[in-house]
């Protein structure tokens, strides 16, 4: 037994990753919520077979992919293509979010361009894009 234990003490912890949290039940509900919404609203019905907007969930992080078939296609059950368009990282203690874009070769850059934090005013700022650097 410790010296900490006998006392009583907690024993001091390994702060938490961010890789192994996951986003609360409510806050991962509606950030679904919001994400699928703006993926459907952004592609137009008459070029969903060229283009798809996804978005994947990871511990505390979201990110915004665009879907491209290959080119040129060899087969129709290829893999499309995966390009980040956005990141975006909730943090629990704030319960904010902060947005992130990928630079070329898909490292990420935290967005400082906007007062939003939100997830869906970040959305509104990625469907902006004043700066070019999300959807070029």
Partial sequence: MTDQARRGEAAPRA?????SMRLPVRVRTQAEFVL???????????????VRLEYEVH??????VERRPPWPSQTPDEEWQ??????????????RWTLDWPDRDDRWHRYEFTGAKTLAGLLREVDRDPTGIFWG
Wanted: aromatic share 8%.
């Fill in 36 to 50: 699928a919404k703006f993926c459907r609203e952004q592609i137009a019905p008459a070029v969903a077979d060229q």
């Fill in 59 to 64: 511990g505390l992080t979201a990110i915004l």
């Fill in 15 to 19: 702060p938490l990753s961010s890789s």
């Fill in 82 to 95: 995966r390009i980040p368009i956005a990141r975006f990282r909730f943090t629990v203690d704030s319960a």
